[in-house]
């Protein structure tokens, strides 16, 4: 069994954390954000249970801080934690409610994709399809957390 800490991470995740914010200090974030033609918001199963994909099959992340339809998370905070940029609003795929999908524009004019009025973003440390290392976490002024098919966030 997987040794625990911090509210239920494995110590494994918790370390992939740390490292990734590591290299966050020294390096250029690799923003995973898709392209506008591909640019969906799904449902899928996890160890979190039923919960918020792109279409390439990333987790998408939701953050405390942010208010709805605004993102609290600008600079350093979105290098380690990109927003899901979009050209146009994200088609809604399988579980999605379809009026709830939409876009905010960000301070920098992009558009980010949302669900319920909440920004979604990627976290830079997950690399492959389906990966959640960061959940439950607390950074830059509140906590990142998968979201759920009805818009809340996983604690």
Sequence with gaps: MARRGL????????????????????GVAESVAA????????VRGSSFGRILFDGRGFVLYGFT??????????GA??????????KSRPRAGKGIVSSRVGTIRRADGRLQATYY???LYYYVGDKRPGQILC???N???????VVRPAGSLVS
């Excluded at 392209?35 to 799904?42: E, K």
């Excluded at 801080?65 to 600008?74: I, L, M, Q, V, Y």
């Excluded at 905070?77 to 979009?86: L, N």
């Design 135 to 137: 959940q439950n976490v």
């Design 77 to 86: 905070c979105a290098r380690a934690w990109p927003p899901y940029i979009v």
């Design 117 to 119: 009025g909440h920004p």
């Design 139 to 145: 950074e830059f002024g509140g906590f990142w957390r």
């Design 35 to 42: 392209s506008g033609s591909r640019a969906s918001v799904t």
């Design 7 to 26: 509210r239920g991470m494995t110590v494994r995740s918790i370390l992939l954390c740390l490292a990734s914010a590591a290299v966050l200090c020294g």
């Design 65 to 74: 801080r942010d208010a709805r339809g605004k993102s609290g998370c600008t």
